[in-house]
Nanobody
Framework: QVQVVESGGGLVQAGGSLRLSCTVS????????VDWYRQPPGKQRELVAG???SGVRSVTGRFTVSRDNAKSAIILEIDSLNPEDTGTYYC?????????????????WGQGTQVTVSS
């Protein structure tokens, strides 16, 4: 079974930076793509940034997605935080799992990590 867990959220002052982590664990799997989403209070979930499973680093404006191989994690760094960045941040992982020689696709979400930016 593959599991996805986000961490690193918290209360941050505007102008600061934050580093969120998406840890993917399990056995016999490969990652095709990882996306970070966020859901502001009272709003719909929206895509923030993403990266192919084979990628190393991807920058989208203030958002940088990178890989931490030592921790088997996908990192989201957010610079120049502002109150509009407040919300629950989710990691979505798509890939393939090998079960007795057969590949099965998976599409998993973590439980989310809360980010609050104070002005």
């Amino acid at each position: 079974q593959v599991q996805v867990v986000e961490s690193g959220g918290g209360l941050v002052q505007a102008g600061g930076s934050l580093r969120l982590s998406c840890t993917v664990s399990g056995s016999s799997f490969s990652i095709d793509h990882v996306d970070w989403y966020r859901q502001p209070p009272g709003k719909q979930r929206e895509l923030v940034a993403g990266m192919p499973g084979s990628g190393v680093r991807s920058v989208t404006g203030r958002f940088t997605v990178s890989r931490d191989n030592a921790k088997s994690a996908i990192i989201l760094e957010i610079d120049s935080l502002n109150p509009e960045d407040t919300g629950t941040y989710y990691c979505n992982v798509r890939g393939l799992r090998n079960i007795r020689g057969t590949l099965y696709p998976f599409n998993l979400w973590g439980q989310g990590t809360q980010v609050t930016v104070s002005s």
